[in-house]
């Protein structure tokens, strides 16, 4: 089968491009996975603070590792309702107490709230009330940048840091692997849009 110049030139650009994006796209999905993770170190502050969200538990088991290591002395736990008639809080810190982890260094802060802007609203009032001014944001890593941005447009004057919670089910370099990493990137980005957007 003969072919003319130009579509000659068309395929070899194609297959140039196809053979590049066959490379390449791997660091493309993973640099979209790490967009979303814009965590710091932790810092000494007054309080951390446990996002609500994780069904697993690894934002309060590593909110009670910075107590461990003398970053804060105290950790208030956000517990929308709805958990069958139970706060997420009702049942984070039970779970993390069973881990070893002194009970009176969690607060549980039931609330209700449905999107992490009414969260992070009700959250800063609540720390403005308890007079903090510095504190860590806990959750998880996939979630760190949104996060971040949200409570930074709210909690003018208060000092933070966000710290990521590594989540089994979300890794940013690799997180197209797995169905749960599917669902996790897909889910992030629509809610990071929308918070873009002021949805």
Do not use: C
């Amino acid at each position: 089968m003969h072919f003319s110049k130009p579509v000659r030139t068309g395929l070899a650009v194609g297959g140039a491009l196809a053979a590049v994006l066959a490379i390449t796209y791997p660091i493309s999905l993973g640099a979209l996975g790490e967009f979303l993770v814009k965590a710091e170190q932790p810092a000494r502050a007054d309080i951390a603070v446990v996002l609500a969200g994780d069904y697993s538990g690894n934002r309060i088991t590593k909110a009670g590792e910075l107590v461990r290591q003398g970053y804060v002395s105290k950790v208030l736990v956000s517990g929308p309702k709805g958990f069958y008639g139970y706060a997420e809080s009702d049942l984070a810190v039970p779970f993390v107490v069973k881990k070893a982890y002194p009970a009176e260094w969690f607060i549980p802060f039931p609330l209700d709230a449905d999107s992490t802007r009414e969260e992070a609203e009700i959250i800063v009032g609540e720390l403005r009330r308890r007079n903090v001014h510095t504190f860590l944001i806990v959750t998880s890593d996939y979630h760190s940048r949104r996060a971040g941005s949200i409570f930074r447009n709210l909690a003018g004057g208060l000092e933070f840091r966000v710290v990521a919670a590594p989540d089994k089910s979300f890794r940013a370099e690799e997180w197209w692997k797995t169905r749960p990493g599917q669902k996790q990137f897909a889910l992030e980005w629509m809610k990071t849009i929308a918070t873009w957007i002021g949805l």
